[in-house]
């Protein structure tokens, strides 16, 4: 059985989660009301998953996840409110070790959390089975040194799509990507709809490419990149001089999410005639696999993430089960994989 450690400042919102775990079947074995006291939990009861709250006295939610990464790792899943103060706040906590983000309906004290239960007990599962070391710290090896744009093929598009332990990875190989390969980018990585804008502004500011959130009918060229939506899937509904167009709906999930990779990665596919590269990344599920055969159908190359750096190895192992990937790689090695794949031969 899964053993969970609640930190919450408040006595109703601990009350509340640990009841949905309880009934989930996940042992509480303790609750905290603040960051110091949760570094003290984890040493003393050593769970398996700790859900942390991000705004706290005392010590908040981000030096908490910080103090527990350094001594003593364990998967962390953010709880945090609708708000953009949080959406930074959790960004941060996951930069510095948290695995996850999980959405509280209607505020910090959330009447409604109740009504997500089978949600909130997935993903409390799902960080669980996270190696919480993975990833971090990355050193992204060097794509060389271009010394012209000529050094790259025309018009390439890379595709990414990641979930559970993603953003750290995204933003390492957005912030390594040389700008002279002037890529168009297209971005999933599984989040809740309020975080996908603040991750964009994120990647914007650590990468030479402009990042943002899409929107529908959004047309980009080269050096330009989108991040799906939250809660919309992402599809390429047009391609003509080197610019994409994209859609975005809200039709039936896919995989159980919305964005679904596959639902982007198929789209460029179909309709994107020059180069393509896809990456999957460190997720749980099989989202991504049925992109990754359709990209490389479609003449592309196809990378995947290794399980040693991989949070959670599912979504890289099910591409791979595919055997339309090209190459398996650690997290430091793929912005150079991503870079040869549409440099000149010489």
Known sequence: MTRALVVD??????????????????EVVATAENGARAVEQVQDVEPDVVTMD???PEMNGIEAVEEIMDRHPTPVL?????????????LE??????????????????????GH????????????????????????????????????????????????????????ILASLPRE?????????????????????????????????AEDGDRI????????RGDYHMRVSGYSNGRL??????????????????????????????????????GMGSDGAAGVRAVKDAGGTTLAQDEATSAVFGIPDRAIETGCVDDVLPVDRLTEAIADSVRRST
């Open 54 to 56: 991000v705004e706290m």
């Open 181 to 213: 390969a002037d890529f168009r980018v297209l971005i999933v990585q599984h989040m809740p709809d309020q975080f996908t804008s603040r991750f964009a502004q994120r990647l914007d500011a650590a990468s030479d490419y402009d990042i943002s959130e």
């Open 78 to 90: 953010m709880v945090s409110a609708l708000t953009t103060e949080d959406a930074d706040a959790t």
């Open 117 to 172: 239960s089978e949600e909130l007990v997935g993903a409390v599962e799902r960080v669980a089975a996270a190696d919480p070391t993975a990833g971090h710290d990355v050193d992204m090896e060097p794509a060389a040194s271009p010394e012209a744009t000529a050094e790259y093929v025309d018009n390439p598009t890379l595709l990414v799509g990641a979930s559970t332990g993603g953003p750290n990875v995204v933003e390492s």
């Open 245 to 282: 167009r994209v859609r975005l709906d809200q039709s039936e999930r896919r995989h159980s999410v919305r964005p679904a990779i596959d639902v982007t990665f198929e789209s460029a596919a179909k309709r994107v005639t020059d180069p393509l590269v896809s990456v999957v990344l460190t």
């Open 9 to 26: 400042d408040s006595h109703f919102m601990r009350t509340v989660i640990s009841d949905i775990l309880e009934d989930g079947g996940i």
């Open 221 to 228: 060229g080269g050096g330009e990149g989108l991040v799906a």
């Open 93 to 114: 906590a996951m930069e510095k070790g948290a695995v996850d983000t999980f959405a509280k309906p209607g505020g910090t004290i959330s009447t409604e959390l109740s």
